[in-house]
């Protein structure tokens, strides 16, 4: 049987704008300052490979040291919401959780380890 392309692909609305979702935020279990958000859940709209390669790349035109994190804070986490100087006050623990979550949930490449994650997913589903 050949894949269906609309399975492959992130939901979109008619504008062909990527859908919000809310999702178990993916935390460092070995991370004391992180296991306290387990269980939490926050809403992102997905992060494409394209814009990730552009933030980076970006980052190195540039000659201050640009946020990648918090440009994929505040452009992919839908809620809670964070605008312009509020990225300078997010605690860290929670600002990387923050980011994993958008990369894993968007297919990128994370530091925390997917099998974890998968299996806390799993578990989500299965309540369900």
Same mark, same amino acid.
């Given at each position: 049987?050949?894949?269906?392309?609309?399975?492959?692909?992130? @939901?979109?609305?008619?504008?062909?704008?990527?859908?919000?979702? %809310?999702?178990?935020?993916?935390?460092?279990?070995?991370? *004391?300052?992180? /296991?306290?958000?387990?269980?939490?859940?926050?809403?992102? /709209?997905?992060?494409?490979?394209? %814009?990730?390669?552009?933030?980076? +790349?970006?980052?190195?035109?540039?000659? @201050?040291?640009?946020?990648?994190?918090?440009? /994929?804070?505040?452009?992919?986490?839908?809620?809670?919401?964070? &605008?312009?100087?509020? /990225?300078?006050?997010?605690?860290?623990?929670? +600002?990387?959780?923050?980011?994993?979550?958008?990369?894993?949930?968007?297919?990128?490449?994370? *530091?925390?380890?997917? *099998?974890?994650?998968? %299996?806390? &997913? %799993? @578990?989500?589903?299965? *309540?369900?």
């Amino acid at each position: 049987m050949v894949l269906d392309k609309k399975v492959t692909m992130f @939901d979109r609305d008619e504008e062909g704008k990527l859908l919000p979702r %809310e999702v178990p935020l993916v935390v460092d279990e070995d991370d *004391k300052d992180q /296991i306290k958000f387990k269980g939490e859940s926050v809403v992102i /709209i997905p992060l494409m490979r394209g %814009e990730l390669k552009k933030m980076f +790349a970006d980052a190195l035109k540039e000659d @201050d040291e640009k946020d990648v994190d918090g440009e /994929i804070i505040r452009n992919n986490c839908v809620n809670p919401s964070y &605008k312009g100087d509020d /990225i300078k006050f997010i605690r860290g623990p929670f +600002a990387n959780a923050i980011v994993n979550t958008i990369l894993f949930e968007s297919g990128l490449d994370v *530091k925390k380890p997917r *099998k974890k994650a998968l %299996e806390d &997913k %799993e @578990d989500e589903f299965s *309540k369900n």
